[in-house]
């Protein structure tokens, strides 16, 4: 992979990096992405599957669907994209992983400034009183009802229509802002507000890096875009940061 002078000064000179994180990045893991010619948008309708009316209408449906995500996402490993962030984050003196992945792989792969803007497809709570439910599911039983207060047990992700975690949504914007390198993977940008964060992070003088086989729409405001995996493209990176370190 051919690397420009200009990268080079980029990442020799960057303190505070801020890493943003889409269904791509898992890809090689074998999961799949929403938004692709193969992805689960082309095959299902949100509506029906990612939102509240879609759960009230269908709870059963909505719960095969998360059961059957979260089972492959028990089964999948962080792959070779996921394990050079893990790497990244020593790298650097400030580093931050916002991700919209449901799927932990960030966390197996050993990052540990990883937050998560659009929950966890592992862990479940109650719709009504929002207490948290441990107990497994099996949805051909029974759909799950709080023990507290009777109400409807729904996955702890972030549907359509919904809010996103206030703490963590005001913390990704202050990092953005604040950010001198920041790098977009594995996303389509097309999901507010987490597509937001690249372009606040240009706009306050942040170097914007994508990282997608795919041009998205944030593609022309990036000041550089690689058309690679990232399962090819970030261990690539980290070697050739830890070389650039080598003669600081
Ligand atoms: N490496 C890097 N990027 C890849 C790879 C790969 N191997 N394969 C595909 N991609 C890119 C695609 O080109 C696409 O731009 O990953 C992107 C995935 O985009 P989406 O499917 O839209 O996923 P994401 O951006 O995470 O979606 C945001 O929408 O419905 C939801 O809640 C869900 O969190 C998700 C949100």
């Known amino acids: ?11 020799k000179q960057a303190k505070n990096v801020f890493v943003l994180t889409g269904a791509g990045i898992s890809k ?14 082309a095959k299902y309708n949100p509506m029906e ?21 979260r089972a492959k996402a028990n089964a999948a490993s962080p792959n070779a994209g996921h394990l050079a962030l893990a790497e990244l984050e020593n790298l650097f003196p400030l580093f931050d992983l916002f991700t919209q992945n449901v799927d932990r792989l960030h966390h197996r792969a050993g990052n540990k400034n990883i937050y998560e803007l659009h929950g966890n497809i592992f862990e479940n709570h109650c719709l009504t009183c929002g207490l948290p439910y441990f107990e497994d599911i099996d949805i051909e039983i029974a759909i799950p009802h709080c023990n507290s207060c009777g109400g409807l047990i729904r996955p702890s992700v972030v549907w359509f229509g919904e809010e996103l975690p206030a703490d963590i949504l005001s913390l990704s914007f202050t990092k953005a802002q604040n950010c001198d390198l ?12 987490a597509a937001q964060l690249p372009y606040n992070a240009r706009n306050h003088g942040a170097y914007v890096v994508e990282i997608n086989p795919n041009e998205t729409s944030f593609t022309k405001f990036a000041n550089i875009s690689f058309r690679e995996s990232s ?17 600081d």
Request: no cysteine; net charge negative.
């Open 1 to 11: 992979m051919f690397f420009t002078e200009e990268f080079k000064q980029i990442l």
């Open 28 to 41: 090689e893991s074998g999961l799949d992405t929403f938004r692709d010619v193969d992805g689960y948008w």
């Open 182 to 193: 920041f790098l977009a993977i594995g996303t389509s940008a097309e999901v507010y507000p």
């Open 49 to 69: 599957l990612a939102s509240l009316e879609g759960f009230f209408d269908n709870p059963h449906l909505v719960w095969l669907w998360y059961l059957e995500r």
């Open 231 to 247: 399962n090819i493209i970030l261990p690539e990176i980290v070697k050739l940061i830890k070389d650039l370190k080598k003669y």
